[in-house]
């Protein structure tokens, strides 16, 4: 038996294919999830408390919270964790040890891309939009690059586990026959704060960092994740069972003003009934209940809680 490990998933993968179909078994490391990360930090009390699977008086939610902002900063490589001197200038790090190895190098040849200039500045906006809804159309018309490329760039990113294509589905939970539109995710939220600046909990750009960060904890596990979005609402997340039915869905929110009006989640609720769901759920910033809306029951809880809970 022999173990090959290394960065350049991209180039592995795509040897692997090649060479070693059926005598090869992959095995996907992910960045840092929120309950791995409190956990490198001497935080497993903290972790398991409010996972569900410790005492329930080590549960502390400001902590929590505090800690899932700086998580979503800082969190995803254990590097940046650990240094401060990285944490003063993380974007230097994120540059020259992910940007300029895997996007800038000759990995991108393996997969015919010639520009490197245009694969990095669709990484940039993607990291910039992380959790935006996108099509090969917009994409191609704002970098006046050719659809084909701009796919051939998307698969690139993803197969060098930059980020994550999530696709569409309509609201009675079937996929569209054209996928025109889909959402791109960064596998690890706190890229986007490296690239750019790091947030604090009342940006308005949290909310889509912590969507991305609740994907982000699902990303190695063999699920099929979808977001569902027709002409009068959306759902963030939604799972597909093996027989490709809707298995649950979820709506991601960074605030608490739906757990009181949970009535003004019409696009949730009516998802739950195309698709007899007697219950989902919808995150918060802090408040945590249980309501019943026609029929379906909707949990609300922390977004930081239900990352430490995958």
Not at 49 to 70: K, Q, S, W, Y
Not at 228 to 235: P, T
Not at 262 to 278: G, Q, T, V
Not at 287 to 307: K, L, M, Y
Request: hydrophobic content about 45%; aromatic content about 10%; some cysteine.
């Amino acid at each position: 038996r022999a173990l090959v490990s290394g960065s350049a998933a991209a180039a592995l993968r795509l040897k692997s294919l090649e060479s070693g179909a059926g005598r090869f078994t992959d095995f996907l490391l992910p960045s840092l999830t929120f309950f791995e990360y409190l956990d490198l930090l001497g935080e497993s009390r903290l972790a398991q408390a409010h996972a569900g699977t410790g005492d329930a008086a080590d549960r502390d939610l400001p902590a929590l919270n505090e800690r899932f902002v700086h998580y979503l900063n800082y969190g995803g490589y254990p590097e940046v964790l650990f240094s401060e001197v990285v944490q003063r200038d993380p974007r230097r790090f994120v540059k020259s040890d992910i940007i300029e190895k895997v996007l800038l190098r000759d990995l991108p040849s393996l997969y015919g891309i010639s520009d490197i200039q245009e694969l990095n500045a669709l990484f940039i906006a993607l990291a910039y939009n992380t959790a935006g809804e996108v099509s090969l159309l917009e994409l191609s018309k704002s970098a006046g690059v050719a659809k084909q490329t701009i796919s051939r760039y998307l698969e690139y990113l993803e197969a060098a586990f930059l980020v994550r294509v999530v696709q569409r589905l309509d609201r009675s939970g079937k996929r569209f026959q054209r996928a025109n539109f889909f959402k791109v995710y960064l596998t690890n939220p706190s890229m986007r704060s490296a690239l750019f600046s790091p947030l604090g909990a009342d940006d308005e750009a949290m909310g889509a960092l912590v969507e991305s960060a609740v994907f982000a904890q699902h990303f190695h596990a063999a699920e099929h994740l979808f977001y569902g979005r027709w002409s009068y609402g959306e759902v963030d997340l939604v799972r597909l069972g093996s027989d490709l039915k809707v298995r649950s869905a979820l709506e991601v929110k960074w605030s608490d003003r739906f757990a009181e009006r949970p009535a003004d989640l019409k696009a949730l609720i009516s998802f739950c009934h195309a698709n007899r769901l007697r219950r989902a759920q919808c995150t918060t910033r802090t408040a945590q209940h249980r309501a019943e809306v026609d029929g379906v029951r909707i949990d609300f809880t922390p977004a930081s809680e239900i990352c430490c809970a995958v």
